[in-house]
């Protein structure tokens, strides 16, 4: 037994189908990474360039984050992959619950500031 184990194998344990599949996957995962580092380059850009205004900037820079915050959840967090029904769910109610909170205390502060 044990001289077998030095010996390379001939053929892989998964079928031509688990290899396509495996390949499509790391396809994909790499060219949604190609698009997260143009989105941020983007980003810098924007930033680093006197020719854009503060008031076109800012909100360029923060929704290029949100799509780029949507991609990494659903593409290296697997969330589209099935039986994710769970962590999709604490995703989406835990945004629910953000969202509000955030805006409210980005209110409280622009209009009280203590």
């Known amino acids: 037994m044990a ?7 001939e ?3 998964m079928s031509n189908e688990e290899k396509r599949k495996i390949n499509r996957e790391q396809r994909v995962q ?11 380059l983007l980003a810098f850009i924007a930033a680093g360039s006197d020719m854009l205004p503060g008031t ?3 909100p360029f820079i923060l ?16 969330l589209k992959d099935k039986d994710h029904g769970w962590p999709n769910s604490f995703m989406i109610s835990g945004l629910v619950l953000t969202a509000p909170t955030i805006v409210a205390l980005m209110l409280l502060i622009g209009i009280v500031k203590f």
């Open 63 to 78: 929704l290029l984050a949100v799509v780029q915050l949507f991609l990494q959840l659903y593409y290296f967090m697997h």
């Open 3 to 9: 001289e077998d184990m030095e010996q390379p194998f």
């Open 30 to 40: 790499m060219i949604a990474f190609a698009v997260m580092i143009g989105l941020t």
């Open 11 to 13: 053929k892989s344990s």
């Open 56 to 58: 076109f900037t800012i």
